[in-house]
């Protein structure tokens, strides 16, 4: 994993609107905004499966003081094989519904990546 050891350095960064450089240099052009919705004091990390259009996660995580964001932010981490910093809560960070944003991949392809290991399938390495 990316270093997912304490709940601390795994605190979402708090969202920002891209400046004139970024947009310049193609800041949005890759950028995946999901829904998921989480399930806290689960027995294992891993994604369920689909709940109303969002996606649906279960995590050994509590839903107290944050522990349960930063556990969302580090499974996503290893299984997106993306960094840290490329993952931001954008809505929800008291609820089970959240809204996350993923700089760097697309939709369709983080959504397939979360769901085929629900599936179990082989994942492909590029």
């Not at 708090?14 to 400046?19: E, F, L, S, V």
């Not at 996660?57 to 490329?86: D, H, M, W, Y």
């Amino acid at each position: 994993m990316f270093g997912c050891l304490s709940s601390k350095s795994a605190a979402f960064i708090p969202a920002r609107k891209a400046t004139a450089r970024q947009v310049d240099r193609g800041y949005n052009a890759s950028m995946a905004t999901l829904r998921v919705h989480i399930v806290p004091n689960a027995k294992i990390d891993n994604v369920v499966g689909e709940h109303g259009g969002a996606i649906k996660i279960k995590l050994r995580a509590p839903a107290v003081e944050g522990k349960a964001n930063a556990a969302l932010r580090c499974f996503l981490t290893g299984q997106l094989n993306i960094s840290q910093r490329a993952i931001i809560l954008e809505h929800g960070q008291r609820s089970r519904d959240k809204l996350i944003r993923v700089d760097g991949m697309s939709e369709e392809d983080v959504r397939r990546a979360l769901l085929r290991t629900n599936r179990n399938e082989p994942t492909v390495s590029r």
